[in-house]
């Protein structure tokens, strides 16, 4: 190829390639048909956020975005199932082509003595190996430096710089930047689950890590109205609306659970050392009629073993002794920091740790029960003078449900 051809400036436009990992072990139909669900998740992420992109497309093993909008790549990179994502140049398989477009990427970044190199894949039948277009764009990298008055250097081991060439059978891409995604399944191919979401720190890290894995959520607030102050409420729904942003273009909804009613009579014959661990029983009740009438398939807790006083292995056996359900605590061995990390990274921490000065659940006893026995909430039920689930199913049918479109 002539020295003219080179400086010519190479026909690009500008991709974001995504990645994904865990779908790609699936038989051929379910990678097929997650790999669509992706597809189509990662177009509703780029539409919420108004990022503009000609044509998302699929091509073995990867999708590929057609956009210059400097946002698709970051915003592709919030998408569950998405491994991590590249924004880069493309041009067709042509060792010139590739060389030229890496000599303006490096040019671009490559400051004076910083020593760089070249990493190049490869998958196809080509003319060429991998080691034969790394050296060759290198070439192209280093004239074009040396060009510009640049002393470049090369190091494989240790560069400043890196310049990844990932050549295909039609096309390639030349690429330096590379932002982890959050990995998992895509949302909806897991199914539904209800979540008990509080404004606490911990349950929307708990919802977060579950809609990692695929699934969607339906987040189940108690506002304990008398018990707690508003701003309790207002966290919880601000933070179901933040966990919703990330899975963005569908219906979502949220039930606002009033339990005054059964606090009050559960008061009435519950000693105040087993009033956590009845509130709590309660909420599981809620949430199995609930999952049951939203057809989901699990309920999702932000409990942390040993955390706080209800979090204990006998307080947290003898709330659901004998409920049989199906119950997911993903965050069962997180200590409180790698909590907090998670909450910080998704956004919700800062709605979380908001206070208004006041105590947030004011029915939370001196001395609550920390070791409780196997049977000891089932027999305080035994003591109530109103049918339980009665109670369970006027709650239910009582609850604001807030529907709402991300
Ligand atoms: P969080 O930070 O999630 O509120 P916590 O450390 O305050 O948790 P608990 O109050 O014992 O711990 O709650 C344990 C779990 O019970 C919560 O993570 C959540 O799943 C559920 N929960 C607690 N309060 C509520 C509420 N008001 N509405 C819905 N679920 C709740
Ligand atoms: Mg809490």
């Known amino acids: 190829m002539s020295s003219q051809q080179t400086e010519e400036p190479p026909a690009k436009k500008t991709i974001v390639i995504v990645r994904y990992g865990e779908l790609s072990l699936k038989s051929k139909g379910v990678r097929d048909r997650y790999e669509q669900i992706l597809k189509n998740n990662i ?30 790549a970051e915003k592709a990179a919030l998408v569950f199932g998405v491994v991590s994502v590249s924004p880069a140049h493309t041009c067709r398989t042509e060792p010139d082509a590739i ?11 490559i400051t004076d003595g910083e020593k760089f190199a070249v990493r190049a894949r490869r998958s196809g039948n080509h ?7 790394a050296r060759r764009c290198g070439d192209a990298i280093w004239n074009k ?56 720190i911990d349950s929307p890290v708990a919802a977060w890590l579950m809609m990692k894995r695929g699934v969607e959520i339906i987040p189940v607030f108690f506002d304990n109205e008398q018990y707690a102050g508003p701003i309790v409420a207002e966290k919880a729904i601000e933070n179901a609306k933040l966990l919703f942003s990330w899975t963005p273009g569908r219906k979502q909804k949220i039930y606002r659970i009033k339990n005054s009613e059964y606090m009050e009579k559960m008061m ?9 661990l009845m509130c709590k029983r309660f909420m599981f009740r809620i949430a199995g009629a609930v999952m049951e009438k939203e057809h989901a398939s ?45 909450a910080q990274k998704i956004g919700t921490f800062r709605i979380s740790i908001r206070s208004d000065g006041g105590k947030e659940c ?14 000891a909430a089932v027999s305080e039920e035994k003591k109530m003078t109103f049918n339980i689930d009665e109670m369970v199913q006027k709650t239910v049918e009582n609850a604001e449900i807030i529907e709402m479109k991300t």
């Open 268 to 276: 009435q014959t519950t000693g105040s050392k087993n009033i956590c």
């Open 145 to 200: 430096l040396t060009e510009t008055g640049k002393s470049p250097a090369v190091d494989l081991t240790a560069p400043d710089k890196e310049i990844f060439v990932e050549v295909r059978q039609t096309d390639s891409y030349v690429y330096s930047e590379t932002i982890k995604g959050p990995g998992g399944f895509p949302t909806g191919t897991q199914g539904k689950m209800v979540v008990l979401l509080s404004g606490g």
């Open 298 to 342: 699990g309920i999702i807790t932000g409990s942390s073993l040993g955390q706080v006083a209800s979090q204990t292995a006998e307080n947290m056996l003898s709330e659901t002794y004998g409920l049989s359900l199906p119950l997911y605590h993903p965050l069962l061995a997180f200590d409180k920091q790698e909590i907090i990390d998670i």
């Open 99 to 109: 060389a030229a477009l890496c000599a303006e990427l490096g040019a671009g970044m």
């Open 43 to 72: 177009r509703q992420m780029l539409d919420y956020h108004g990022v503009s992109y000609s044509q998302i497309r699929r091509d073995f093993g990867r999708i590929f975005i057609h956009s210059s909008d400097p946002a698709a």
């Open 362 to 375: 004011l029915a939370v006893p001196e001395k609550p029960e920390v070791k409780a026995a196997l049977t």
């Open 127 to 133: 003319s060429f190996t991998s080691n034969e277009i």
